[in-house]
């Protein structure tokens, strides 16, 4: 019996860490408003090593539209335009000598379609994650010799329960994610 409660157990955090990693990527897809999590993605050159941009400068939103970056070094404002751009977000930023602006614009319907596609997409990964837990407690299941057919039974009920609510919530995150993207 421990050793199901134990297949269960690592199989329910194997699932919640799935959902963890689709409420990251959801994160970097934007809805409209200027998000500093926007810019998470872009890699400073500091010095020869590359630096994730929130560790060389203070990065925020002084509005829906704008997002502002302000580096601890002046010497880094060219480094990092030069590394907004390379990271080909589709951001245009602007440099005053002081910092960095960049203008978000707002999204077409077109870009918002696509956006609600990667989504999609993004929750099908996740979705694959779970049943791919599922498989590998089921298996591990099978693997005990010393457990009655009931309670095997009774296991395998439990590990799909576990994966029904899990899909269910990563359908009802990805149904909020796509209002989102999709509302003007």
Same mark, same amino acid.
């Given at each position: 019996m421990e050793e199901i409660k134990f297949i269960l157990e690592t199989t329910k955090e194997e699932m919640e860490?799935? =959902?963890?990693?689709?409420?990251?990527?959801? &994160?970097? $897809?934007?809805? %409209? @408003?200027?998000?500093?999590?926007?810019?998470?993605? &872009?890699? &400073?050159d500091y010095y020869g090593s590359l630096t994730p941009l !929130? #560790?060389?400068? !203070?990065?925020?939103?002084?509005?829906?539209?704008? =997002?502002?970056?302000?580096?601890?070094?002046? %010497?880094?404002?060219?480094?990092?335009?030069? /590394? $907004?751009m390379a990271a080909n977000i589709g951001f245009n930023p602007m !440099?005053? %000598?002081e910092s960095i =602006? =960049? !203008?978000?614009?707002? *999204?077409?319907?077109?870009?918002?379609?696509? *956006? /609600? @596609? #990667?989504?999609?997409?993004?929750?099908?990964?996740?979705?694959?994650? &779970?049943?791919?837990?599922? @498989?590998?407690a089921l298996h591990e299941l @099978?693997?005990?010799?010393? $457990?009655?057919?009931?309670a095997s039974s009774n296991a395998e009920i439990d590990i799909q329960e576990l994966t029904d609510k899990y899909i269910k919530k990563i359908d009802d995150i990805f149904e909020v994610k796509e209002k989102e993207i999709m509302t003007v």
């Open positions: 860490n799935s =959902i963890l990693h689709l409420e990251k990527q959801f &994160v970097n $897809i934007r809805a %409209g @408003k200027a998000s500093p999590s926007m810019l998470g993605s &872009v890699m &400073v !929130n #560790q060389v400068s !203070n990065v925020n939103t002084p509005d829906g539209r704008t =997002i502002s970056v302000q580096p601890w070094e002046k %010497g880094m404002l060219q480094e990092i335009e030069r /590394a $907004i !440099n005053n %000598g =602006i =960049i !203008n978000v614009p707002p *999204l077409t319907e077109e870009r918002r379609a696509q *956006l /609600a @596609k #990667q989504a999609k997409s993004e929750a099908e990964d996740s979705k694959i994650g &779970v049943r791919n837990h599922r @498989k590998e @099978k693997k005990l010799d010393d $457990i009655s057919e009931d």
